[in-house]
């Protein structure tokens, strides 16, 4: 008798590929994920994507860490689908098709979110810093908690096909960081780092391929976009976001700067756009937003694919489009004026079929000439190993209790300070990005390093426990370490000087998101063809039944967002999202468009010399800056409160 055939079994295969391929259509038609090449996005059909953006970030907490510089919380609104169900008409009605949020908190979850706006074609670039937890330019460090933040935004994100791209680090250096500490740009090798292992943590798990890029403020040097652009593929940005607040009322291209903008990132080989524009003065409200029209004109478009605008939310800056009132949404000028211009914004897409980079950057970084401008390393810091730090720990007799208030003043003043007398305690430690040079042990947190100077003090003055004791200090016993411990502190040296060449693949020894060990193909189950066959019809009809429940559930959910918008309609509020031409954008002429004069004044360009600056503060009035954990900032003019920059 010959096998038993079941052809049921292939039919059934074949039906359930069918449903989820109509299912996949429902849920990822909406936003596809975008390709780089060259200097420019491309949607899945080769058109060229322009950024109309806005920031939606809501008001942050405006308590600062004393100790970093950085802001603690903030209003985590893509965690609020409520809020963003009653955004995204608004925000299409605009004519976006990207946000920017600059505070997340990624412990909860903000899939709803990302589905609401993959509803309406917006795609989303978050900040994967979250709060404290950040790159801060001042104290710059790149460890295990920041780290271990940035991959858990990662694999949040790797789920959304409107993820655009992520910000690894925004304005690390910025103008106000240099007013403060001028020609600070170590943190540069900290930003570049980090770009490093997101990226490297995004092949490892086998997640498809997002972008990881930096934004700066107009206080740039063209050493800084070749520092970050050198380097192999994994080391680069993948693009640049530029915040720039030069054009103010009906400027022009060439007195706002916009033209040294461009001829400063024409030999960027990455794709760039402006990360925030939108100045803001007393003279000028409402914006008009004359820029747009420049900014996706014949003039700039072949350098810079769109930009952003600063900012949905109305809070304590007064720079919003919209304010919200018991959960409803009122708006003006401003809205309107910035929803005209980007309608009427034409730009001429280019084909990925027909083009051909131009450029490619250079695989090797040649050291920067000395310069108190610019002092940012190429050997940047070591990926952070967590498992490393655990070992160490685990092999310390003294170490520094969680709670111990010494750690909210644990920083670089302290290194500074502490180590000067005995530098031995501090090898280990040693974090110094200018020069290059890291410690076994500088990418651990703050206790983890804390315990490493206690626990070399105590060694030294001869183990006695009262030196361990008081609120800093916890005794232990040290753990015998196992083979894989033993190995990576034979590499960091009993004083922390050496370096760790070994490291687990992602933020675990897993190489991808799937389990380890799956059985293979041509392992036997142990049942016969006709017990298969049966499991699989079962089976097949249970997927069926999920799978219709599903697709109605998505059904529903867009037709009730069609109703939301007919009725937003019908209180004059949305109109339909602007088409943009081969789903890019069409050509125009960039506009030359008269006005008053912006002042000339001081630009202070880190490494470059001094030019004019874009916007001028009048003599005898201070500039006030507010640094938050992204360096954000908000200047403002003297007594009046005139708005200048809208951070």
Same mark, same amino acid.
């Given at each position: ?7 049921? *079994? ?40 322009? *950024? ?53 908190? +990624? ?50 994100? &790797? ?23 001028? $020609? ?60 720039? =607040? ?42 008009? +937003? ?7 004109? &014949? ?55 027909? =083009? ?32 490393? #730090? ?33 530098? /031995? ?5 040693? =974090? ?9 042990? %500088? ?7 804390? %315990? ?15 030196? #361990? ?25 009993? /004083? ?9 693949? !992602? &933020? ?9 060990? %799956? ?18 019809? !079962? ?44 789903? $890019? ?39 006030? !800056? ?22």
């Amino acid at each position: 008798m010959g096998a038993m055939r079941v052809p049921c *079994v292939h039919s059934t295969l074949a039906l359930l590929y069918l449903v989820f391929s109509l299912f996949s259509d429902l849920v990822t038609a909406v936003t596809e994920p975008l390709t780089i090449e060259g200097t420019k996005f491309f949607y899945p059909n080769g058109s060229q994507f322009f *950024v109309k953006g806005v920031v939606y970030s809501s008001d942050l907490n405006p308590a600062t860490d004393t100790n970093t510089g950085t802001q603690d919380a903030g209003v985590d609104v893509l965690a609020d689908i409520t809020a963003c169900a009653r955004d995204a008409p608004y925000l299409a009605r605009l004519g976006i098709n990207t946000v920017s949020t600059l505070f997340v908190d +990624w412990s909860r979850n903000h899939e709803s979110c990302f589905a609401e706006f993959a509803q309406n074609d917006i795609y989303v670039i978050p900040l994967l810093a979250s709060g404290s937890i950040t790159i801060n330019g001042t104290y710059p460090s790149w460890n295990t908690t920041i780290y271990d933040t940035y991959t858990t935004a990662i694999d949040e994100l &790797s789920q959304y096909n409107n993820t655009l791209g992520v910000w690894a680090a925004y304005e690390t250096v910025s103008a106000v960081l240099n007013a403060v500490n001028p $020609g600070k740009t170590d943190a540069f090798a900290a930003a570049k780092a980090a770009i490093r292992d997101v990226k490297a943590y995004i092949k490892a798990r086998n997640y498809r391929n997002i972008p990881v890029g930096y934004a700066m403020d107009d206080t740039y040097s063209i050493a800084t976009l070749d520092y970050l652009t050198c380097g192999p593929d994994s080391d680069i940005t993948d693009f640049f976001g530029l915040a720039t =607040y030069s054009w103010c009322g009906n400027s022009s291209y060439t007195r706002s700067h916009y033209n040294q903008y461009t001829k400063d990132f024409s030999n960027v080989t990455v794709p760039s756009f402006f990360a925030e524009f939108g100045c803001e003065l007393e003279e000028t409200i409402p914006r008009p +937003w004359s820029e747009v029209a420049a900014l996706y004109g &014949s003039n700039m478009t072949q350098v810079f694919s769109g930009g952003i605008a600063y900012e949905y939310f109305n809070y304590s800056n007064a720079y919003g489009l919209i304010s919200i009132e018991d959960n409803e949404v009122t708006y003006g000028a401003d809205y309107e004026n910035l929803s005209a211009q980007f309608a009427s914004a034409t730009s001429s897409p280019t084909q990925s079929a027909s =083009y051909t980079p131009s450029a490619t950057h250079a695989t090797t970084c040649t050291p920067p000439p000395p310069s108190a401008s610019f002092n940012a390393s190429n050997v940047l810091p070591p990926p952070p190993n967590s498992l490393v #730090c655990d070992c160490m720990m685990q092999s310390l007799e003294c170490t520094v209790s969680s709670s111990s208030s010494i750690l909210f003043h644990f920083g670089p003043e302290f290194l500074a300070n502490s180590c000067k007398d005995h530098p /031995d305690y501090c090898a280990g430690i040693e =974090y110094d990005l200018s020069r290059g040079v890291y410690g076994a042990y %500088s990418m651990c947190n703050k206790q983890d390093q804390y %315990s490493w100077y206690l626990n070399s003090e105590f060694v030294a003055d001869g183990r006695d426990p009262k030196q #361990c004791g008081g609120p800093n200090g916890v005794l232990q016993t040290p753990t015998q370490p196992n083979a894989t411990c033993a190995a990576l502190l034979a590499q960091a040296k009993s /004083d922390g000087t050496g370096t760790i060449t070994s490291y687990p693949v !992602g &933020s675990t020894p897993t190489a991808g998101p799937g389990p380890i060990g %799956s059985p293979t193909d041509n392992q036997d189950s142990g049942l016969s063809t006709g017990a298969k066959a049966g499991i699989g019809v !079962g089976v097949a009809l249970g997927v069926l039944l999920l799978l219709g429940a599903i697709v109605a559930f998505f059904l529903r959910k867009q037709r009730k967002a069609k109703l939301a918008r007919e009725k937003a309609a019908s209180d004059g509020v949305y109109d339909g999202k602007p088409e943009l031409g081969g789903n $890019g954008v069409e050509r125009s002429e960039t506009a030359m468009l008269d006005g008053d004069a912006l002042p000339p004044a001081e630009r202070h360009e880190v490494g470059a010399g001094d030019v004019s600056r874009p916007v001028e503060l009048p003599a005898g009035d201070g500039w006030i !800056g507010e640094m938050g954990g992204d360096e954000r900032t908000s200047l403002r003019r003297g007594d009046e409160g005139q708005r200048v920059s809208g951070r």
